[in-house]
């Protein structure tokens, strides 16, 4: 069996779903289940005996020392992160603690128990450790994509808390031999994506009618990678990658924010047209610029396609359009974290106008 940590988040929960569909073994969810972290993501599979939920912390270091002796993974696959840049900025403590001191604690529990397995056992252990494309920095609009040698160059909280924790693993490596892997992947997006982001965020504000956010001149270039690409490099990552080394996971599609956005619209058009017959970029909002944003990222994915085999098998037009359908289609979902909470972060992040 495995251990997943953080797989009722967004990303993590993708993987399970995509685990289960392409494996048979078991799986066993470590998640403090944050605002992010959502039990609904994983309901498909919550009577599945191959599954199991454990709520708790990785920087609880104890917990998860006897977790491990207990249930005996072969594998940890660590997803557990606070993710969003813009909280980041405006609250970097939880980022600091989750991020580097989190990662620390589970890296130690982890070495403790992978040094106690029997030859065998110890030398087919991996521990996964899943980062982004953000540690890179920014690139200037001709600058060459990232590569897995690029220095890394963090420019916000969450960035940098990220390279810390790729650090840490990087050096439990090289100072203990735990065999670790590391993927840094490109901006994701899909099913069960908490409406923080913006793809989630515009398809859910156009259809309640509400301005559609679009930080300064909406020219940021980002790499679009379908969720289900991604889950299926992990698991690509985790059978064959070679211990110590780092795969970055691009969706080879560069796109401003701008277009993403228009590109929304029109589907949004296509599929649920508004009722008083106007598209649905009329509702577009230009807020000012957050600090330090980036203006554009790019993965170069060729080594993880050279040594592992791996492609995206969506397009950016394949995998928007399937990812505007689930929304559509989960209504319920959408309800239920679309809370309180979740209003007064909008509302106190964007303007009173934008909630």
């Known amino acids: 069996m495995i251990l997943v940590t953080g797989a009722a988040g967004f990303i993590g929960s993708n993987f399970v779903h995509a685990w289960f569909a392409a494996k048979r073994e078991p799986l066993l969810n470590l998640d403090r289940l944050t605002y992010a972290g959502n039990p609904a993501n994983l309901a498909a599979v919550q009577d599945d005996p191959r599954y199991g939920f454990v709520h708790g912390d990785i920087g609880d270091r104890a917990a998860v020392r006897e977790l491990l002796r207990h249930h005996r993974p072969r ?22 603690t989750t991020n580097i ?10 070495r403790e128990y992978w040094q106690e397995l029997p030859d065998a056992e110890r030398a087919a252990f991996r521990f996964l450790h899943v980062s982004t494309d953000e540690v890179y920095g920014a690139l200037t609009p001709e600058a060459p994509a990232f590569r897995e040698s690029h220095a890394y160059a963090p420019t ?61 001149d909406g020219m940021q270039v980002r790499d679009w990678l379908y969720v289900e690409d991604h889950c299926r490099a992990v698991m690509r990552v985790l059978e064959a990658g070679r211990p ?25 058009d296509a599929a649920r047209p508004r009722l008083d017959g106007s598209p649905y970029e009329t509702q577009l909002a230009f807020v ?68």
């Open 244 to 268: 110590g080394e780092v795969y970055n996971v691009g969706g080879w599609d560069e796109r401003p924010n701008l277009d993403v956005v228009r590109r929304i619209c029109r589907l949004l």
């Open 75 to 96: 594998a940890v696959v660590n997803f557990a992160a606070e993710s969003h840049v813009d909280r980041s900025i405006h609250g970097p403590d939880a980022f600091v």
């Open 288 to 355: 000012p610029d957050r600090p330090g944003h980036d203006r554009r990222y790019a993965i170069d994915a060729r080594k993880i396609e050279r040594e592992l085999g791996w492609r995206p098998q969506e397009t950016f037009e394949s995998g928007l359009a399937k990812t505007v359908r689930w929304y559509l289609e989960h209504p319920d979902w959408v309800e239920g974290v679309t809370s309180g909470a979740y209003r007064s972060w909008v509302t106190g992040h964007y303007g009173q106008g934008l909630a």
């Open 156 to 216: 916000s909280p969450y960035s940098a808390s990220k390279a810390a924790s790729d650090h840490l693993v990087r050096a439990w490596h090289h100072t203990y031999g735990l065999p670790v892997l590391t993927t840094n992947c490109s901006n994701n997006y899909g099913p069960y994506q908490f409406p923080e982001k913006l793809i989630p965020l515009v398809i859910l504000h156009a259809l309640e009618g509400k301005p559609l956010p679009v930080y300064g």
């Open 101 to 110: 001191v989190g990662t620390f604690h589970l890296l130690e529990a982890v």
